[in-house]
């Protein structure tokens, strides 16, 4: 990669591609909140519209949405998006409704003796899901967290295709200016690679901390800072069907 | 917003084309998953350090970077090195590869899954190592993994759109080729929905297998 490319457009490049992460997850997060408690919720129609929101985006493609949003939406509406904001809806929408599972599923998780003491202490729904639900809650959605985190990182690759310059897009520009791809692409490989290291990291302070509180420790396995999660068996059941379309049947 | 029924119907026989290539790319990627995922899990238990540590750190390599770049990488680096594939053949390469490392998640949770009672069983009746793996461990893991393989090929059928940026015309291509040329926003409302009927059936049928499997 000549250096013009470098400092011209990898490295603004790769502040884009942290910037995307963060917008999209930060949406995915609200969406994800959101639409996971209304899935609990006890009016049918609330669970029907959320569970609705959560097939659709769940059984369409991230790339697909995003073209959508980018190409067809402006002639559709005559408005058109900035190519990121474009870039970090799709994301955070579609991530949002994975993320939307390990919410619900999680809140489930929590015994019934725990919502009935809530009860039997006269606390409101909302004081019961903030006080007594979600801190219960909370550590055990941190790992499925982590690994759909390293998901959308992966997502925003998907941005270079409508023209943002993250540094996917940089390399692109890198292959086709120098006509040479490999330290380019090897370059990029690494670099998400890093990226995606520093966020593991990054949760799994973040699950110390939230074990902590519940008065438990995470385990540790070998390797186990460097490696992406690894899921107990019906973890990784459930993280394979929160990926796909077609939920609770 | 106006929407057109004529363009639809032009759009029909690139579309057709399209979820041809698509469905190419699946079935072979998802048995290059299916298989190159079971040998890395397997290679990831070895109790030889010199072999488990290189498979463990290749695969999380590939499952934290994204798919379009290695895609890239396949199409645009691995021919310089002299090995050059078609389009479509890297975009599946790519495909299975990129997924391998996730079944090989899944093959190991349900290898864990299987109780420590038959490994002992099998070295109590001193079977040798191939055959606890090929008549004890795997018949009863292989039953734990379907639905969440089937769930992994469903996942990889919404990636497949990305085969289309290095020039394999699946779906999303056709779409995105034809839009392009008549200035219409028809064709991608019709991918979008076609992803969604054939993803949603698919894994209800997922949903149906896995309540006769893991009971």
Known sequence: MSSGIFTEWFLPGVWITIQVTLYSAALAAVVAFGVGIARTHRLWIVRFVAGTYFEIFRGTSALVFMLWM????PLMFGWQFVPMAAGVLALGLTYGAYGSEIVRGALQAVTAAQREAGIALSFTRGQRLRRIELPQAWPEMIPPFNN??????????????????????????????????????????????VIAFALTRGMRALERKAKAGLGQTPKKGPLSGLLSRKLNPEGEMSQARAGTAGGQG | MNWNWDVVSDFMPYFWDGVVVTFQALA???????????VWAIL???????????VLSITEFIRNTPLLVQLFFLYYVVPEMGISMSALATGIVGLGLHYSTYTAEVYRAGIDGVPAGQWEAATALSLPRRRT?????????????????????????????????IGAFEMLGEARAFSNATFTIE?????????????YPASLLIRALERRLVQ
């Not at chain 1, 980018?70 to 939406?73: E, L, P, R, S, V």
């Not at chain 1, 409508?162 to 380019?184: K, Q, W």
């Not at chain 2, 064709?187 to 993803?199: D, H, L, P, R």
């Open chain 1, 70 to 73: 980018a190409f067809a939406f």
């Open chain 1, 148 to 193: 759909l985190l390293i998901e959308l990182l992966k997502g925003t690759a998907l941005v270079s295709v409508i023209s943002v310059a993250d540094m996917t897009f940089a390399g692109n520009l890198s292959r086709l200016a120098t006509s040479e791809s490999a330290p380019a692409y090897t370059l990029l490989l690494v670099c998400y690679f």
């Open chain 2, 28 to 38: 072979i990627g998802s048995l290059l998953a299916f298989t190159l995922g079971l």
């Open chain 2, 44 to 54: 990831q238990r070895s109790h030889r350090k010199w072999i488990s540590w290189p």
């Open chain 2, 133 to 165: 793996w090929t008549s004890v461990i795997l018949p009863q893991a292989f039953r734990r993994v379907v639905p969440a393989l089937g769930n992994y090929v469903v996942a990889m059928l919404k990636d497949s759109p990305m085969i289309a940026v």
């Open chain 2, 187 to 199: 064709a991608y409302a019709v991918v979008g929905v076609a992803f969604i009927v054939i993803a």
